[in-house]
């Protein structure tokens, strides 16, 4: 998840004298944390992505899905099949929708709609490498150490979503849990398996455990790539 690349995020990590003269604010220790982060899985070779396409399982391989996504704009579609048995949900920013028995679709576009499609999405495509695209406070909350590894945990709260706790790895810089306390059920999810793809540093198995600390699901990428989306496939489907 460089040479030209790595300077300018270099810029951000260590922030020197912004356009026209001014002195750049300087980052907070939370948000130095976040870009060291952005710099280890592809730094700025992020920045000129319109967005990505993935492919994986979950449950164990019961389920097949495919995700889109934008990474200039809120907008994602995942299309998933389990037992011959298709469905799809979606977030354009405006709306969250998902299909339902009879083909129907089922659109939410109120508060706690919007709340769970932001968060959703946002975690999807680390919003938080892009605060300028997608607006959110960051706000350090601790160290931790487990066995060998120590962490930075940060609490990140993107503009109409919720907070998330976000662990990431002094060592190796990189994400290795986001814990949803306030989402209904609480989860964490814990990432592992990094993978270089196209100057890219992506987790291909995403383990989630519910409140009582149980697996409650295990997903794993099988196909990442990143390329030119349609922003229509995030709009609901029309009504039959």
Known sequence: MRTALSAIVAMLINPCVADKGHAAAPLSKAEKIVAAAKQATGGAAWDALDGCHEEGTHGDGAV????????QRYGMRIDSMRAGQSRSMGFNGKVQWQTVAGGKVR???DSAGIEEGIVTDYLSINGFFFPDRFPATFTYLRAAKEADRRFDVIEITPKGGRALEVWFDRKTHLIQR?????GSPAVRVE???YRSVAGLSVAYNLDVFGPDRAVADRGVVTSF????????????????
């Open 64 to 71: 097949t899905y495919t995700t889109t996504f934008s990474l």
């Open 107 to 109: 659109s939410r576009s």
């Open 178 to 182: 986001v814990v949803d306390t306030h």
């Open 191 to 193: 990432a592992r398996n």
């Open 225 to 240: 790539q990143c390329g030119l989306i349609d922003n229509a496939a995030f709009d609901p489907p029309s009504k039959p």
